[in-house]
């Protein structure tokens, strides 16, 4: 399994391992960080799994309309947000994630 590193809000690192069954929030949440909230379970309609992708395999899209009018609605959207529950692993090797600060 690829790990992923995860740079939680204090600036720490965490190597987590991810299969491509999951998505990235999902990924994160297994591995027992507590800052995933993802309080919709995935479902994309909060913004509470809020990441910046700072490295990936190249092999990312982009967000659909909903995750984009998700993104919107925070008040720390940079052009690396996504929505951690919208990035499946199977499509996306992504090798560095932050944590975004909650709004």
């Known amino acids: 399994m690829p790990e992923i590193c995860i740079v939680l809000r204090d600036g720490s690192e965490r190597l987590i391992d ?16 507590d800052e995933m909230l993802a309080m919709c379970g995935g479902c994309c309609s909060c913004a509470t799994c809020h990441v910046y992708i700072e490295e990936s395999g190249g092999d990312l899209s982009g967000p659909s309309a ?3 009018d998700l993104l919107d609605s925070t008040g720390c ?5 996504r929505l951690a529950c919208q990035v499946r692993l199977a499509e996306a090797t992504i090798k560095r994630a932050r944590i975004a600060p909650e709004d």
């Open 18 to 33: 991810a299969g491509p069954e999951y998505s990235l929030m999902e990924a994160i949440r297994d591995a027992g960080v």
């Open 66 to 68: 909903d995750e984009d």
């Open 77 to 81: 959207r940079t052009s690396q947000s």
